[in-house]
């Protein structure tokens, strides 16, 4: 088993930044996709980003393409989403998903989440 905790969420002005952490625990021995989802309210979990193994290969969502950076420490069980130029649409709880097999934007891939991270962007 692996856990997930998140943390870094909380209430930015529009134009801001927040930077979420994901702490993976467990059995984190292996190449995991680490990926990141958010979920407004009353709308579906939407899928924002994920990272290689390696960190070297990062996926956006077209929404978020340009204003947010995924990266990853392995030596500190670590996935990193950096947030710039946020906008009050952005506005959701976030969560950090693993999964040992193939990278995914959908999140039935993903085994393994955490408990989420609330992120407000007021106008």
């Known amino acids: 088993q692996v856990q997930l905790v998140e943390s870094g969420g909380g209430l930015v002005q529009a134009g801001g930044s927040l930077r979420l952490s994901c702490a993976a625990s467990g059995r984190t021995a292996g190449n995991y996709i680490m990926a990141w989802f958010r979920q407004a309210p009353g709308k579906e979990r939407e899928y924002v980003s994920r990272i290689s193994w390696s960190g070297v290969i990062p996926y956006y969502a077209d929404s978020v393409k340009g204003r947010f950076t995924i990266s990853r420490d392995n030596a500190k069980n670590t996935v990193y989403l950096q947030m710039d ?7 959701a709880v976030y ?4 999964t040992r097999g193939a990278g995914s934007p959908y999140y039935s891939a993903y085994d393994y989440w955490g408990q989420g991270t609330q992120v407000t962007v007021s106008s």
Do not use: F, N, Q, V
């Not at 130029?85 to 506005?91: M, R």
């Not at 969560?95 to 693993?98: D, I, P, R, V």
């Open 95 to 98: 969560y950090c998903a693993a």
């Open 85 to 91: 130029s946020l906008k009050p649409e952005d506005t």
